[in-house]
């Protein structure tokens, strides 16, 4: 087994938790409908998928949610209630801060569009600020997790730290199983994240370095 040099972390349940429940509300009460008409019409596959990619912008996507509710609600107001859903995963913490004082190299990889990812720089900038560098979002790479491209554009990030790195030496810690399915295809190595405990764990056996309380 390679040894790891370099860790991927996904943004949603894993270094920060968040509510759908609560973005399905909050959108609902801002445009006048019900929680399931606003997830059949914000989470339209086609459109979802575009907008993470970065194919099309906020702008593009609120537009069409608007189409299928057939009401006009300000963006402004959707954007707000989009991203306050949010909280900071507390266990991974010392995990992340251990990282930082030992410069293991580190990253982020997610699924995201641009308002998510604006709006978590700012509000959880403490969280982000211990991963300063390698920070991938899908909308700005126009790559998705699973599909192999995006694990593609992840080496080469991770290779502007470690030259010569090669893909069974970088981890990714996600919390969606297709992610981790895609990862390993590609030929990292990957955990599903879940049980905080089951991490430390499967770190520990990879000679990750842990803090001196898990090691």
Known sequence: MEKIRFIYFDLGN?????????????IAEVSGVSDDEVRQAFFDDQWYLKYEKGEI?????FA????????SVPSEDLINAANDIFWVNEPILPLLRHLAGEFF????????????????????????GLIPRHRIASFEVGAIKPYPEIYRIAL??????????????????DDLEENVAGAKKFGFQAICYGDHDQLLGELKRLGVPLPAENA
């Open 14 to 26: 894993v270094l920060l938790k968040f509510s759908v429940r609560r973005l399905l509300h909050q």
């Open 105 to 128: 190299p580190r990253g982020i990889l997610s699924n995201t569009g641009p308002h998510h990812w604006a709006y978590i720089q700012e509000a959880f900038s403490n969280i982000i």
């Open 57 to 61: 912008d906020g702008i593009e996507y």
């Open 156 to 173: 080469d990030e991770a290779r502007k730290e470690i030259s010569g790195l090669e893909p069974a030496q970088v981890l990714l810690i």
């Open 64 to 71: 069409h949610y608007c189409q299928q509710i057939n009401n």
